[in-house]
């Protein structure tokens, strides 16, 4: 998420949301930070939970798993 911010449109997106909605719209950026330091703590704690400490291995846990019937593997092709 953070290269995502700071990205090289960023700086041109946020000079126009001040010069269109004026300086209020500021605090759409603050908002982020804050919104996004809680999902950091929520997932860790989730990810935790799970005995996973990184995206591969989230990934493995979620999608690894035995297939329930013959057709379970052809639904994934459709």
Same mark, same amino acid.
């Given at each position: 998420m953070v290269p995502i %911010? #700071? /990205?090289t449109d960023t700086p041109n997106l946020v000079t126009n949301l001040v010069r269109e909605q004026g300086t209020? /719209?500021? +605090? =759409? +950026?603050w908002s982020s930070l804050l919104t996004g330091m809680l %999902? =950091? #703590?929520? #997932?860790t704690k989730l990810w935790t939970s799970l005995g996973v400490s990184t995206n591969i291995e989230f990934y493995e846990l979620r999608y690894l798993k035995k297939t329930d019937g013959p057709f379970e593997s052809f639904k994934g092709l459709c």
């Open positions: %911010t #700071f /990205s209020i /719209s500021d +605090w =759409v +950026w %999902t =950091v #703590f929520l #997932f």
